[in-house]
């Protein structure tokens, strides 16, 4: 197996993160002025990069965060797998002090360990990382990238995470994101190593407005 060296990245902004509506997989939303901004400023820092392969969910809001890196040539391959988790029928939805609780009932059942629990018409944990194991194995053994850009969603991220780094499930929520939020991870004989956390480089020293969207 390969020695490969792993950017992983949050989406930029959707008009569903700026309103603090629920997204998950059944909402294909795409990028604001601001989110488009921040892919900007990601590729900006970034277009010289070597990366050999971009990975991405099947949904645009990851397409179109990682876009110029495609644009320019570097093969693209799109995974259900990495899709967000489906928050059933939270989804799209402005969230209800009623919503709110029943979202922090199922993280705390999570944080307990109930990784079964899930929002009524939803995805559980142990749902997603079936999906995530699937493309997470190949990925790993494929032979023509040892540099790879992958583009996914927050509560998805750090499943995806967990399972990389051997830790339990339950403790996904150490792992902060934010839009365009990169970790970097490097395999060496079969095992990730992290490299960085939730880094925004790409973002020092900036402010978005709406003039330079």
């Known amino acids: ?14 008009e ?26 990601f590729w900006e820092h970034y277009k010289d990069y070597p990366f050999e392969k971009v990975y991405t969910s099947a949904l645009i809001r990851t397409h179109q ?34 919503d709110h609780d029943d979202y922090m009932k199922v ?21 997603l990382k079936k999906k995530q194991e699937i493309v997470l194995d190949f990925i790993k053994n494929e032979e023509e990238a040892e540099h790879i850009l992958i583009c996914m969603h927050g509560r998805a991220m ?21 839009n365009t939020a990169l970790y970097i991870l490097n395999l060496k004989d079969g095992k990730f190593e992290l490299e960085a956390s939730c880094n925004m480089e790409h973002l020092a020293g900036k402010e978005y407005s709406e003039n330079n969207a």
């Open 1 to 14: 197996m390969k020695s490969k060296k792993i950017f992983l990245i949050r989406h930029g902004q959707t």
């Open 16 to 41: 569903y993160n700026k309103k603090g509506m629920v997204q998950g997989s059944g909402i294909d939303a795409p990028l604001n002025a601001k989110g488009r901004w921040q892919a900007e400023q």
């Open 65 to 98: 965060t990682v876009a110029r890196f495609i644009e320019k040539g570097i093969p693209h391959v799109e995974f259900e797998g990495l899709n967000e988790i489906n928050w059933g029928t939270k989804e799209g939805k402005v969230t209800t002090t009623e």
């Open 107 to 127: 993280t705390k059942a999570w944080q307990n360990g109930e990784l079964h629990v899930m929002i009524e018409g939803g995805e559980s944990p142990l749902d």
């Open 158 to 178: 750090r499943i995806l995470l967990c399972i990389m780094l051997e830790c339990p499930i339950s403790e996904m929520d150490r792992f902060e994101h934010d």
